[in-house]
């Protein structure tokens, strides 16, 4: 039985378990995907040697750069992102490669793009980890200018504090890469002059737990376009399969 699966601490969060074996179920698929809640990256050995039929994996916080060293090769829209959420494990003998890819650029801008308007031309990227870089790369694929917002002093970025109603209606796409709002921590949002958005805005959420955050209930009570991240986690997923069987994009 073939095995992938799914790096990352904690995963009790995670999605993609659920997704694969039900996609394995339906498809008569001999295969079974995994958690593997590992505490350190230097743990991926272990996993790797005591999972021979292990043909596939998804990487998560905390993990995206730090697998970055570990890996026989990395795409160049990964290594332009400098994260990586996908791997496809070659058995090539006694040896083991492992081939790096990222798919959250893929998941968002194939779910950004219906959106967009010709008005839509700049961007507030809410975080500066992982995701956020992927998101400002499909950003950049889409024709729009960015800004990454922090909460400190980095070169580059925007503060929160800094973020004027006069910025949110220049910048009037927003894409949260934050935590802020995701289950349990459900009231919670990032900070912004909410009030100062309207129908030309879009307020994207990475997070699609739960369904509507506080961040998107407070764009769409302007009459802002909102959506969540549940169609970029799908389409992710899909293109993790692509990855996996070798029709590397």
Not at 3 to 14: E, N, R
Request: proline content about 5%.
């Amino acid at each position: 039985m073939d095995k992938y699966g799914l790096i990352g601490y904690p995963l009790g969060h995670s999605f993609s378990i659920s997704y694969h074996n039900q996609r394995f179920a339906d498809e008569g698929i001999n295969a079974k995907y995994i958690n593997f809640e590992i505490a350190s990256i230097d743990d991926l050995n272990q996993v790797l040697s005591q999972n021979p039929e292990l043909k596939g994996l998804n990487v998560t916080i905390p993990y995206k750069q730090k697998i970055i060293p570990f890996l026989d090769y990395i795409s160049p829209e990964a290594r332009a992102i400098g994260a990586v959420n996908v791997i496809r494990v070659v058995h090539d003998g006694k040896n083991v490669r492992l081939r790096g890819y990222n798919s959250d650029v893929i998941g968002f801008v194939q779910s950004m793009e219906p959106l967009l308007e010709s008005y839509h031309k700049k961007a507030l990227v809410l975080g500066t980890g992982g995701a956020a870089r992927a998101i400002a790369y499909g950003l950049k694929s889409l024709g729009l200018e960015y800004v990454y917002v922090s909460r400190y002093e980095r070169p580059d970025t925007i503060q929160y504090e800094r973020i004027t109603p006069e910025v949110v209606r220049e910048y009037n796409v927003i894409v949260n890469c934050t935590p802020l709002g995701m289950s349990p921590k459900v009231n919670t949002c990032p900070q912004l002059p909410y009030e100062a958005l309207d129908e030309r805005n879009i307020l994207y959420d990475l997070i699609y737990n739960p369904d509507e955050t506080l961040f998107m209930r407070k764009g769409r009570e302007q009459g802002a376009t909102v959506k969540n991240g549940l169609e970029m986690l799908l389409l992710q997923a899909f293109a993790s399969w692509e990855f996996w069987e070798g029709r590397e994009k």
